[in-house]
T-cell receptor
Framework: DQQVKQNSPSLSVQEGRISILNCDYTNSMFDYFLWYKKYPAEGPTFLISISSIKDKNEDGRFTVFLNKSAKHLSLHIVPSQPGDSAVYFCAASQPNSGNTPLVFGKGTRLSVIA | GAVVSQHPSRVICKSGTSVKIECRSLDFQATTMFWYRQFPKKSLMLMATSNEGSKATYEQGVEKDKFLINHASLTLSTLTVTSAHPEDSSFYIC????????????FGPGTRLLVL
């Protein structure tokens, strides 16, 4: 059973527009959420995170929104740039998780078209 | 963010040989390191969780005798692919967590292994 789901395998957006990447989770114990960006043949790069006590966290062009009641989070990128084209992974963890790894979604491939 | 390095970035070896991949946290101490494998056009697959000074915990289906993991210090974990076969060819990525309560995992750049 997949606890973190990214239902859109791919997304295409025009340069300058907003990119919205979505993520749903099923485990209500998750309390910390992260987004990673991955280019081909490279390791994922940490982008932004959010704790469950917040509903929004912003860092430059990247904003993550969390809707706990819907068990849904989204990453907004605005304005989108061609260099943002990559695979984006959503990840989650629960409190007192000790040494357990993050739970990752399967990723969404974002293509920003110039 | 924190920096994690991997060495080598790319390796080609003959079938039957062993290959060691190093993962280092450069600017923090990592209580826990994780090893992932990525198949072409697939998501990351967790192979094992490695804690400093103790045995690694392997995911179901991952052969611990084939993929030897050693987490000798708080800044270094190694993955050794023993008796490599062509089907072991893949992209191996490590990640490190700064410490208990610090949930962000920082990833290395990955190692491309090609077994001929």
């Amino acid at each position: 059973d997949q606890q973190v789901k990214q239902n859109s395998p791919s997304l295409s957006v025009q340069e300058g527009r907003i990119s919205i990447l979505n993520c749903d989770y099923t485990n209500s114990m998750f309390d910390y959420f992260l987004w990673y960006k991955k280019y081909p043949a490279e390791g994922p790069t940490f982008l932004i995170s959010i704790s469950s006590i917040k509903d929004k966290n912003e860092d430059g062009r990247f904003t993550v929104f969390l809707n706990k009641s819907a068990k849904h989070l989204s990453l907004h990128i605005v304005p989108s740039q061609p260099g943002d084209s990559a695979v984006y992974f959503c990840a989650a963890s629960q409190p007192n998780s000790g040494n357990t790894p993050l739970v990752f979604g399967k990723g969404t491939r974002l293509s920003v078209i110039a | 963010g924190a920096v994690v390095s991997q060495h080598p970035s790319r390796v080609i070896c003959k079938s039957g040989t062993s290959v060691k991949i190093e993962c280092r946290s450069l600017d923090f101490q990592a209580t826990t390191m994780f090893w992932y494998r990525q198949f072409p056009k697939k998501s990351l697959m967790l192979m094992a969780t490695s804690n400093e000074g103790s045995k690694a915990t392997y995911e179901q289906g991952v052969e611990k005798d084939k993929f030897l993991i050693n987490h000798a210090s708080l800044t270094l974990s190694t993955l050794t692919v023993t008796s490599a076969h062509p089907e072991d060819s893949s992209f191996y990525i490590c990640s490190a967590r700064q410490g208990r309560g610090q949930e962000t995992q920082y990833f290395g750049p990955g190692t491309r292994l090609l077994v001929l």
